[in-house]
Every structure is written in C-alpha cells, then in structure tokens.
C-alpha cells in the first residue's frame, strides 16, 4: 500500500512538473492573477477601449480582461496598461487558481506605453530574441512586425497611435505552429481600428 502511494505521489509530481514547465508562461513580479470580472464588449465579439479609443474583432470562446486597464493615469510610468485576450477555457483555469501564484498559459496581450517620439519603433520590443522583422500596417499606422523567441514563440506588431500618443505592442505567444491563439491574434491586428 505505502509503494503504491508514493508511486502514485511520484507520478503527480512528475506531470506538475511537466505541466508547469511546457505550457505556462512565468508571471512576472508586476503581474498578478486578474481578481476581478473580465470586461467583456456589449457587442458580441468587438471590444472598444473606453480609456484608449481603439476597438478590434476577437473570436468567440475568447475572453478580454482588463483589469489593469483603470489603473489611474499619474500612477503610470512609461508603461501605461495592458490588456489581455484569453481562451475562455485558460481564463476559467486561471480564475480558480487566484492566490496560488505559478504561471500563465499562452494568451494574447495589448501592452500600451507612453510614447517616445525619438525611440524608434525596433527599440519597443524588448530583450527576447527575435527574427523575422519586417514593415507592415496597422490601423492605417506604420508597424514593426516580428516573432519572438522566449518560453514561447510569439508573433508580435509595434506600432504608434496616429497622433503620438502611446505605442502599442499586440503580442500573442503560442506553443504550436497552428494554435487558435495565432488565428485569434492575426484577427485582433487585422480589423484593430482607432476611433479618433
């Protein structure tokens, strides 16, 4: 009886062990668990940014959280907010986990940051490894587009608001090449628009 538990313990701990090392991203110290109801659009499928006046089309079984989205605006430095795109499923998960830390699984993230008028948009991305860099267009704006290398691979675009704002970072991690996440994120950058 006592071999068979620790058996049945040593097997738990193993497939904990794999669990958390391939399918979930590490939480960073400034983030947390989102405590609180997910805004979700009236408008089934398209979420509008009250605070930022962008809106974009998202997939159903999807959920938008911004949470962090209120933070009040002097409380803010250079990186202004970021809201975040789940499935359904993933958001569910992580909601039932709330307090016991560990990390997220692959979600799409809209990160807004004060903008810099001289950094050029290249200088946006971070210390990740990259590749594939080219010019592309977002809502009418020049954009950055690449992929990024970390615990996940990442598609990723960097563009400015047209009056110079902000610059926003649209990034959806993935673990396969075919995920739903990557169609989910190709939607989100493809029908974002500003609404000026």
């Known amino acids: 009886m006592d071999k068979n538990q620790d058996s049945l313990k040593f097997i738990f701990l193993l497939g904990l062990l794999f669990f958390s090392s391939v399918s979930c991203?590490?939480?960073?110290?400034?983030?947390?668990?989102?405590?609180?109801?997910?805004?979700?659009?009236?408008?089934?499928?398209?979420?509008?940014?009250?605070?930022?006046?962008?809106?974009?089309?998202?997939?159903?079984?999807?959920?938008?959280?911004t949470t962090e989205e209120n933070i009040p605006a002097n409380q803010r430095d250079v990186f202004l907010n970021i809201i975040e795109i789940w499935a359904?499923?993933?958001?569910?998960?992580?909601?039932?986990?709330?307090?016991?830390?560990?990390?997220?699984?692959?979600?799409?993230?809209?990160?807004?940051?004060?903008?810099?008028?001289?950094?050029?948009?290249?200088?946006?991305?971070?210390?990740?490894?990259?590749?594939?860099?080219?010019?592309?267009?977002?809502?009418?704006?020049?954009?950055?587009?690449y992929k990024g290398t970390g615990l996940y691979e990442s598609d990723n675009v960097i563009f400015r608001h047209p009056q110079d704002k902000y610059v926003i970072q649209i990034s959806g991690t993935y673990l396969e090449q075919e995920s739903p996440l990557r169609q989910a994120f190709r939607q989100i950058v493809s029908s974002f628009e500003f609404k000026l």
Request: proline share 9%; aromatic share 10%; net charge negative.
């Open 25 to 65: 991203n590490q939480l960073s110290p400034s983030q947390s668990l989102p405590t609180k109801a997910p805004s979700i659009s009236t408008e089934a499928n398209r979420y509008l940014s009250p605070n930022y006046n962008f809106q974009f089309r998202y997939p159903q079984g999807y959920i938008i959280d």
């Open 88 to 145: 359904k499923s993933d958001y569910e998960t992580i909601q039932n986990q709330v307090g016991s830390g560990g990390e997220y699984p692959p979600n799409i993230t809209i990160s807004l940051y004060q903008n810099v008028p001289e950094k050029d948009l290249s200088a946006w991305k971070g210390d990740l490894p990259t590749r594939e860099e080219r010019l592309t267009n977002v809502a009418g704006q020049e954009a950055l587009a």
